[in-house]
Nanobody, 132 residues
Framework: QEQLVESGGGEVQPGGSLTITCATS??????????IGWFRQAPGKEREGVSC??????????YYTDSVKGRFTISRDDARNTFYLQMNNLKPEDTAVYYC?????????????????????WGRGTQVTVSS
């Protein structure tokens, strides 16, 4: 069974950094064939796409929502079936539950947007809280 498990969330002060991890298992293909994504949901808000990356055997395109550009970095370690979101200069508005997800289509990431419906498997989320 395909599983994704987030870890590394916690509470940090504004301006701090945090890296969250998504460990995947049970997939029929190597992780390198899948698009990967990070989404977040704050209280009272819709789940939004934060970042995504095309399949490693594609062109490696990445997307970041405007509010995190220059602060967040998505990366992957396909050999370990794991991917990451490094978050720097965190702001209170980054507070949310962060979810990792994969898309069976390696093209499930676009230069200017990411679509929730493109993603097939989801983790249960990890809480990131930014406060002083």
């Amino acid at each position: 069974q395909e599983q994704l498990v987030e870890s590394g969330g916690g509470e940090v002060q504004p301006g701090g950094s945090l890296t969250i991890t998504c460990a995947t298992s049970g997939f029929s293909l190597d992780l390198k064939y899948y698009a990967i994504g990070w989404f977040r949901q704050a209280p009272g808000k819709e789940r939004e796409g934060v970042s995504c990356m095309m399949s490693s055997v594609g062109d490696g395109l990445t997307y970041y929502t405007d509010s995190v550009k220059g602060r967040f970095t998505i990366s992957r370690d396909d050999a370990r079936n794991t991917f990451y979101l490094q978050m720097n200069n965190l702001k209170p508005e980054d507070t949310a539950v962060y979810y990792c997800a994969t898309a069976d289509s390696g093209w499930g990431c676009h230069a200017d947007h990411v679509q929730r419906n493109d993603y097939d498997y989801w983790g249960r989320g990890t809480q990131v809280t930014v406060s002083s």
